[in-house]
Each structure stands twice: as C-alpha cells, then as structure tokens.
C-alpha cells in the first residue's frame, strides 16, 4: 500500500508534525509515504516527490514551514477573492491522475485550509481517495475547534504585546500591532487576552474610531499613559473598507497596512504620540508550540486511520479535546468566524477590553 501527502496553501507551524504523524503511522502498517513537493504542483507530470521514510522525519518536528514545500499559486487554485470557487482544470487533473497512477497511489492526504481543501473535495467528487487535515493559522476553518498553528501564531503575537508593552509604558504612548487574521479575528482576540490589550479590532465586530479615541482619553485621565491596541488584518476601516496592499494574479488581495491607517487617526483624535507595528510572516514561521506538535501528530495519524478505513472525502477534525472527522465539504462551506456574544467576546469585555463597539 502506498500513500501520498501534500500540503497546500501559506504554511504554518505544525506541518512537519502532520508529516511526522502520517510517516510514523503508515510506517507501523508497512505502508510507503510519497511527498508531493510544493502542494498539488508535486502531482505534475513527470512527478515531484520524495519517499518519506521514519528516518526522514527526524527531527522535523521542532521546524516551522515544511520539508515539502508549498504554494498558495499555481494550477490548482480553487479559491479566488472571498469566498469565489474555481474549478480546477479537466486537463490539470487529468495529468495529475495519471502521477496517481503511476505511483499507485491509494490515498491521497492533503493538508490545507479552505482553497486547498476545496481542490482536495473536487478531486474526491471525481473520485480520488482524497483525506483532508485542516492547516490554517487564522483558525477559521469550519468543522474544527482548532487547527494547528494558531497556537504557535498566537504565542508569537503574545510575545510581541509583552514587548509592545513596556516600550509603550516607557514612552507613554499608544502602541498598534497588526496581526494576520483575513476572515476571522482568532489570533488578534486570543492574543489580544493573553497578552493584555487593551483595544482588539476584528473583522466581526464594526468599530468606531471616535469610541477608541474616547477610551484613550479616559484611560489617559485615570493615569493610564499607554494603550495596546491590537487590529486584525481583515478588520474594516470605520467607512467598511479592507485595507489591501495589492491583488495577486487571481483576484485575491494581499491584505495589511491597516494597522498604520488606526495608529495614524488615533494619534490625531487623541493627540498621543502612537506607534503602528505590524507582525506579519513572523506570527507563520518558527518552531511550532508543544499544542501544535501534538495537534499536528495526532492528525497525521488519524489521516492514516482513515486511509486504512477507506474513509475518503473526510477531514480531520478537532472536537472537545478529541480528534475525529467530518465530511470536507462541512468544512469548507462555512468559515468559523467569532461571534459578538460569545463567551470569548463577552470575556474580553468582561475584563475591560474594548472591541471598538
Ligand atoms: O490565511 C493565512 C494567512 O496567513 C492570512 O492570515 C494572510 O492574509 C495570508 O495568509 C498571507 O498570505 P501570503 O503568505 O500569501 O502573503
């Protein structure tokens, strides 16, 4: 028996888990792993792969990115701007089959968010045996409670607050970080607790300007000097816009630089020197947190249960302390974004947190 693996999509910290976990157990079943390099790519004739054995795995679970390389670009792109779906091409999948078939291939892992997962449910209506593993860091994936990543990403924004923090209260100033998030708001409300913000800004929430202005004012009079704001990258500008720096080849923006836009207003409604600092790619490189590995690990093996099953056109997925599955198609129909009452909201505000309402 043979089987495949491919990521799809930006990486995260946890991937090389996945791999980890998937290797490990295929290997316990006398099964042979091929690693599609560079997502669905690896699938093109003549075939870009390699023979994943338990000795190639060592010491991969420590590393961010993945030994397999990936691409949100290419022949395979099944998402384009929010929420549009584009089939992928007859004639691409055609060769990509004939790569499956060659190699024998009997199930075909792919470990993606939401546009490669979406590849992944086409191929699996066409008939491919295709397994799903949720990946995103932004945690937005619907039909999971978590994916892997988040947690490494989340670390690395509560590191960035602490920092933000002290230089802020040196300087008595109004301190901005702008953090990933395109859809949801996970990493900037669960940062943004962990880390003790004082504003969080996410897409699901409108904000206004003139409230935030107002607490910095407040917190000013009470003789709190400096404010953590926290904005997610996908959040709105009062006037309902995004905040792009462009659009890719496919339609889809490359979002950031609103971070700079509330620094800059709120430096003038409320006259405090402030300062906008954006976090980017460093919230997706790295070691991945202790969560992550075991959540990455425990994915992979489940991956292979479901190979060995014939469970196909299924995803892993997370649910109250337990990995289990869903059909894919549960969950790349809905994105899970943060609910205005939620507990987790309710929480945040709970301690004083504003979200700009
Ligand atoms: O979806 C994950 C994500 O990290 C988003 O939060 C972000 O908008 C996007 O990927 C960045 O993608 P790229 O690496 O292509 O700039």
Same mark, same amino acid.
Request: proline share 3%; hydrophobic share 45%.
């Given at each position: 028996?043979?089987?495949?693996?491919?990521?799809?999509?930006?990486?995260?910290?946890?991937?090389?888990?996945?791999?980890?976990?998937?290797?490990?157990?295929?290997?316990?079943?006398?099964?042979?792993?091929?690693?599609?390099?560079?997502?669905?790519?690896?699938?093109?004739?003549?075939?870009?792969?390699?023979?994943?054995?338990?000795?190639?795995?060592?010491?991969?679970?420590?590393?961010?990115?993945?030994?397999?390389?990936?691409?949100?670009?290419?022949?395979?792109?099944?998402?384009?701007?929010?929420?549009?779906?584009?089939?992928?091409?007859?004639?691409?999948?055609?060769? @990509?089959?004939?790569?499956?078939?060659? *190699?024998? +291939?009997? #199930?075909?892992?792919?470990?993606?968010? %939401? &546009?490669? =997962?979406? $590849?992944?449910?086409?191929?699996?209506?066409?008939?491919?045996?295709?397994?799903?593993?949720?990946?995103?860091?932004?945690?937005?994936?619907?039909?999971?409670?978590?994916?892997?990543?988040?947690?490494?990403?989340?670390?690395?924004?509560?590191?960035?607050?602490?920092?933000?923090?002290?230089?802020?209260?040196?300087?008595?100033?109004?301190?901005?970080?702008?953090?990933?998030?395109?859809?949801?708001?996970?990493?900037?409300?669960?940062?943004?607790?962990?880390?003790?913000?004082?504003?969080?800004?996410?897409?699901?929430?409108?904000?206004?300007?003139?409230?935030?202005?107002?607490?910095?004012?407040?917190?000013? @009079?009470?003789?709190?000097?400096?404010? *953590?704001? +926290?904005? #997610?990258?996908?959040?709105?500008?009062? %006037? &309902?816009? =995004?905040? $792009?720096?462009?659009?890719?080849?496919?339609?889809?923006?490359?979002?950031?630089?609103?971070?700079?836009?509330?620094?800059?207003?709120?430096?003038?409604?409320?006259?405090?020197?402030?300062?906008?600092?954006?976090?980017?790619?460093?919230?997706?490189?790295?070691?991945?947190?202790?969560?992550?590995?075991?959540?990455?690990?425990?994915?992979?093996?489940?991956?292979?249960?479901?190979?060995?099953?014939?469970?196909?056109?299924?995803?892993?997925?997370?649910?109250?302390?337990?990995?289990?599955?869903?059909?894919?198609?549960?969950?790349?129909?809905?994105?899970?974004?943060?609910?205005?009452?939620?507990?987790?909201?309710?929480?945040?505000?709970?301690?004083?947190?504003?979200?700009?309402?």
């Amino acid at each position: 028996m043979r089987i495949g693996i491919l990521n799809g999509g930006g990486d995260c910290p946890g991937l090389n888990a996945v791999i980890h976990g998937v290797v490990g157990a295929a290997d316990q079943l006398g099964w042979e792993v091929i690693g599609f390099r560079d997502g669905f790519e690896g699938l093109l004739p003549p075939g870009d792969y390699t023979v994943l054995k338990p000795k190639d795995t060592i010491g991969i679970l420590k590393l961010g990115g993945t030994i397999l390389g990936t691409t949100n670009k290419g022949h395979f792109i099944a998402k384009v701007g929010n929420g549009d779906i584009a089939e992928v091409a007859a004639e691409i999948i055609a060769k @990509a089959k004939r790569t499956m078939d060659q *190699l024998e +291939i009997r #199930a075909l892992i792919v470990v993606g968010g %939401d &546009g490669s =997962l979406t $590849t992944g449910l086409q191929l699996y209506r066409e008939g491919w045996p295709i397994i799903g593993v949720p990946k995103t860091i932004d945690n937005d994936l619907g039909a999971t409670a978590l994916t892997f990543g988040f947690d490494s990403a989340v670390s690395t924004v509560v590191d960035a607050l602490d920092r933000l923090h002290t230089t802020g209260e040196s300087h008595k100033r109004v301190m901005v970080l702008e953090v990933m998030g395109r859809h949801a708001g996970w990493i900037a409300l669960w940062g943004g607790i962990a880390g003790g913000a004082n504003v969080v800004l996410i897409p699901e929430i409108a904000f206004s300007l003139e409230k935030i202005a107002e607490f910095i004012k407040q917190r000013e @009079a009470q003789g709190h000097h400096s404010t *953590l704001v +926290i904005v #997610a990258e996908g959040a709105r500008m009062p %006037d &309902g816009d =995004l905040v $792009t720096i462009d659009a890719n080849k496919a339609g889809e923006v490359r979002l950031g630089g609103i971070g700079d836009q509330v620094a800059a207003s709120l430096q003038q409604m409320t006259g405090k020197e402030t300062r906008a600092c954006t976090l980017g790619h460093l919230q997706r490189g790295g070691a991945p947190t202790a969560l992550d590995r075991i959540l990455g690990v425990r994915f992979g093996v489940m991956a292979v249960k479901l190979a060995a099953a014939g469970s196909f056109g299924r995803m892993v997925s997370y649910q109250s302390y337990d990995v289990d599955s869903v059909p894919i198609e549960e969950a790349v129909h809905q994105l899970r974004l943060i609910e205005a009452e939620s507990e987790l909201v309710l929480a945040a505000k709970a301690i004083g947190i504003r979200l700009g309402d």
